[in-house]
């Protein structure tokens, strides 16, 4: 299973940027799916999550200014950035649960997977 973001970039203060993450490979199931990020020098920190019933939850420093989203069929997770502040530059990246089969009796594990990683830059 991998996760692939895109969509990052440069720019400028006030400015919207919007990511994406496309999940790939075989599951059974993606459960939540979510945006962190880590600015240098800094630890990664929570952004957004969405459940796949659409039930969402925001960091406070975003809420109001980012909206989560997902797209079940295209097994897409969105994460619309609108006022971006200088303080939001880092790296975003995509996280999902994803359930997945692992014998022929259907057992399951839970997995928790990553992207690679999309660099978001707010100039001043």
């Known amino acids: 299973v991998q996760l692939v973001e895109s969509g990052g970039g440069l720019v400028q203060a006030g400015g919207s940027l919007m990511l994406s993450c496309a999940a790939s ?54 994460l619309q950035m609108s006022g971006l502040k200088p303080e939001d530059a880092a790296v975003y990246y995509c996280n999902a649960g994803i359930t997945v089969i ?9 997995l928790e997977v990553w992207g690679q990683g999309t660099p978001v830059t707010v100039s001043s």
């Open 25 to 78: 490979g075989s599951w059974s199931r993606i459960d939540v799916m979510g945006w962190y990020r880590q600015a240098p020098g800094k630890q990664r920190e929570l952004v957004a999550t969405i459940t796949s019933g659409g039930s969402t939850h925001y960091v406070d420093s975003v809420r109001g200014r980012f909206t989560i989203s997902r797209d079940n069929a295209k097994n897409t997770v969105y």
């Open 102 to 110: 692992v014998n022929v009796e259907g057992a399951q594990r839970s």
